[in-house]
Structures are given as C-alpha cells and as structure tokens.
C-alpha cells in the first residue's frame, strides 16, 4: 500500500502542507464503479453466467475468471454471491 504523498503548496499567499492519497489500484476503481452503476441482482447474475466460460483460449478463460472474481467481491464475498444467486433461483 501507498503511503500518503505530504505536498507543500500556496493558500492565501503562505505555504501550507497538505497530504495526498495514493491513487486507487484499477481493480478498487473498477469494483466502485461497479457498485455505483450496477444493481447487486445484476452483478450476481453477471458472475453466475461468467464463472461456467470458456473459450479455449487460457489467457481470455484467466481473464474473464478475474473479472467473475471482481464481480463476487464487488458483492461481498463468496457468501453474499450465494445467498443472491439462491434468492435469485440461478
């Protein structure tokens, strides 16, 4: 993890310090705007229907079973993805 970046900067004509958190990794970026775009009935599906695939190409198959993985996480974990695709009836 990052540690926060300390900056020196001009407010009102004297310098002052300020703290600058690290930037997001991609897959925290990508698992809020998950959340924020996508119900949680639908990210369940997404993941039920995901984690089956397969095309024969193992790079695409470890991809697409990340993104299933980022999707089960965006939901809380493995439990909350069963207790949704049981309410669900996948």
């Known amino acids: 993890m990052n540690e926060m970046e300390i900056q020196t900067v001009k407010h009102n004509g004297r ?3 300020r703290t600058v958190p690290p930037d997001p990794a991609p897959a925290e970026i990508l698992i809020d705007a998950i959340k924020d775009n996508i119900s949680p009935e639908a990210v369940a599906v997404i993941a ?3 984690q089956p695939v397969h095309c024969g190409d193992e790079r695409v198959d470890r991809q697409v079973q990340w993104f299933a993985e980022q999707l089960v996480e965006a939901l809380g974990g ?3 993805f069963n207790r949704m695709c049981d309410e669900l009836g996948l």
Request: charged content about 45%.
């Open 15 to 17: 310098k002052v310090r």
């Open 48 to 50: 039920a229907y995901l």
């Open 78 to 80: 493995d439990d909350a």
